[in-house]
């Protein structure tokens, strides 16, 4: 994988949600195995504080926009969109919340890229991405190798425990235009 891996970072009424900690402890296990950078993206308005809070991404980007205010499907997709446009991540993790579900299928229909679902472990191998999904209620697990970047994955709460993407160390935030 070429590109840096991406986690969107989940904020509800001004509060990070547990699952983006969930989501930087697999982000930063994945940048490290492909030698590649970790970014978070936080989208919001007037939320560019919270976005210091994740430091263990490399770097954080950071959209604010009074449309962002509210997680909706349709805005936060067109605004990660543009981002993975003008930045070409290798792959882009994203919450598998209520809040964020809808989002999570609209970008890579927009991008025509691959999209991997309802990921309840994600891992590499070779160089590339793997993904294990759980199908009609985890009946089924299916393994996915992972070729075309970028790749959406939906990843479900739980992967990793909040705690170990948590830092003391206060991220690099950059202001990103959508």
Request: proline fraction near 4%.
């Amino acid at each position: 994988m070429k590109g840096n891996v991406w986690i969107l970072a989940e904020q509800w009424r001004g509060q990070l949600s547990e699952i983006s900690f969930e989501l930087l402890a697999l982000g930063r296990e994945l940048a490290d195995q492909l030698g590649v950078q970790l970014h978070a993206v936080l989208l919001g308005h007037n939320a560019k504080e919270l976005a210091r809070a994740l430091g263990k991404a490399d770097k954080v980007l950071y959209a604010d926009h009074a449309l962002l205010a509210e997680p909706t499907a349709e805005a936060y997709a067109e605004a990660l969109v543009q981002l993975i446009r003008a930045q070409k991540p290798g792959a882009v993790l994203v919450p598998l919340t209520n809040v964020m579900m809808d989002a999570a299928a609209l970008v890579p229909a927009q991008l025509g890229a691959p999209f991997v679902n309802w990921c309840k472990g994600v891992w590499t191998a070779e160089g590339r991405l793997q993904a294990g999904a759980v199908l009609y209620g985890g009946k089924i697990e299916a393994l996915v190798g992972i070729e075309a970047e970028p790749a959406v994955l939906g990843i479900l709460p739980g992967v990793r425990p909040a705690e170990n993407g948590r830092s003391d160390s206060v991220a690099t935030v950059e202001q990103a235009s959508v």
